[in-house]
């Protein structure tokens, strides 16, 4: 993995790290696809705070294809068709993402606004919209300038194995780069008792909510008590809204862990009711739930 303070600092960055990787996927396909039809794979993508690669397979020949992955991470062949096609693809896959399902939108929503840094679908497009091909050659060698990185290598591979790994990223990747101190995502604190709203216009007959609890800790016995908290109530906040009331097909509890903060989402989509009536829907069940479990307890004492 690479750790990179360019990487998300912005959503300039943020489009600026997805085109490098999918031109590097790109420049490698011919020479990694007979490797995989071999036995030998690898994966190369971007996250929050830079990017990762992933190699599995036979161990044999993988210092020969983590060189050359390492040679197009530090020299990237940003060829105009290459760099069109990469950016047509990720402005695609952005303008989709308005196209979402309502509850899907709703629960991406809860992610930009509850991680910092983190940029939405219309943040990025504004910014990748204008970027060319030049702006990507500029960028690579700024993007690679300050380097933290983390390394895992498990299976049949001695020490020394994974040293010699290690070797050839320094010489390539890391050829040039300086050590990062790379800051580390952050989620947003809500204040206790405290009730946030958003309203999104999305494209779609269908009324979504999202109601979304935190944590108040990011201990273990939080997580799980989370967790287990999902799993008790799941089964009749679906049999409250999707069988008794029929308010929609999309009808679910789970957890919501941002990083280690834990959280609960009740989520619902209806295509006869408002985000505002699923709201209180939702609200009135919790409020409801809560009080049996109060009189559960009080008979078992």
């Not at 899907?104 to 970027?131: K, N, Q, V």
């Not at 309203?199 to 009324?207: C, M, P």
């Amino acid at each position: 993995a690479r750790e990179l303070t360019h990487a998300n600092a912005s959503p300039r960055d943020a489009v600026l790290t997805d085109l490098y990787v999918e031109v590097v996927k790109d420049e490698l396909n011919e020479f990694s696809y007979p490797a995989m039809l071999a036995g030998l794979d690898y994966d190369l993508y971007r996250h929050s705070r830079g990017f990762s690669v992933r190699m599995s397979g036979y161990d044999q020949k993988q210092p020969l294809l983590l060189q050359r992955l390492g040679h197009a991470l530090a020299e990237p062949k940003v060829a105009a068709t290459r760099f069109a096609n990469a950016k047509d693809e990720l402005l695609r896959q952005l303008r989709n993402a308005a196209k979402e399902r309502p509850y899907e939108r709703a629960m991406d929503e809860l992610g930009y606004l509850l991680l910092t840094p983190a940029w939405s679908e219309e943040e990025r497009i504004a910014a990748l919209e204008p970027l060319g091909s030049d702006d990507l050659r500029a960028f690579v060698p700024e993007l690679l300038a300050e380097v933290s990185v983390v390394a895992l290598a498990h299976g049949n591979l001695l020490v020394e194995d994974a040293h010699a790994l290690a070797g050839v990223l320094r010489e390539t990747v890391l050829a040039g780069s300086q050590p990062a101190d790379v800051p580390r995502i952050q989620v947003v604190k809500l204040e206790a008792d405290a009730r946030y709203g958003r309203v999104l216009e999305v494209e779609h007959e269908d009324a979504a909510v999202a109601v979304y609890f935190q944590g108040a800790e990011r201990s273990f016995a939080e997580r799980a008590r989370y967790n287990l908290l999902a799993q008790i109530v799941s089964a009749p906040f679906y049999t409250e809204l999707r069988t008794e009331q029929q308010l929609g097909y999309v009808v679910f509890a789970s957890p919501f862990s941002l990083l280690e903060v834990p959280g609960v989402a009740f989520v619902a989509q209806s295509p006869r009711a408002d985000a505002d009536a699923l709201k209180t829907e939702v609200l009135r069940f919790l409020v409801d739930f809560q009080a049996r479990c109060r009189r559960a307890r009080r008979r078992s004492a």
